[in-house]
Nanobody, 124 residues
Framework: QVQLVESGGGLVQAGGSLRLSCTAS????????MGWFRQAPGKGREFVAA????????DYEDSVKGRFTISRDNAKNTVYLQINNLKPEDTAVYYC?????????????????WGQGTQVTVSS
């Protein structure tokens, strides 16, 4: 069983930056993909970014490319989401997720473990 704990959310003005963190409770041996999803008020959960835990390959949803960066620190068992130039439409609960698989995925159903989420609110 893997527990994921997110942190780093908050209230920021448009144009600001945040770095979200997600730490796994146990070391991730084998093939894992770590993903970030978000859910805005009244909307469904959507894919944001993913990275392969072993080789660092990444994938981004088109609307966040150039502003969001996913990275990982294997020694700290932590994955990060750097968000720059925040926009009001980025307001959402951001969730970290882990999938025991090799290939990157945008499908939330393929993720096995989820964090509790961290709120990001962007004021205009």
């Amino acid at each position: 069983q893997v527990q994921l704990v997110e942190s780093g959310g908050g209230l920021v003005q448009a144009g600001g930056s945040l770095r979200l963190s997600c730490t796994a409770s146990s070391f991730l041996f084998g093939s894992w993909v770590m993903g970030w999803f978000r859910q805005a008020p009244g909307k469904g959960r959507e894919f944001v970014a993913a990275t392969n835990w072993n080789d660092g390959r990444t994938d981004y949803e088109d609307s966040v490319k150039g502003r969001f960066t996913i990275s990982r620190d294997n020694a700290k068992n932590t994955v990060y989401l750097q968000i720059n130039n925040l926009k009001p439409e980025d307001t959402a609960v951001y969730y970290c997720a882990a999938a025991f698989k090799r290939s990157l995925s945008r499908n939330m159903r393929e993720y096995d473990y989820w964090g509790q989420g961290t709120q990001v609110t962007v004021s205009s």
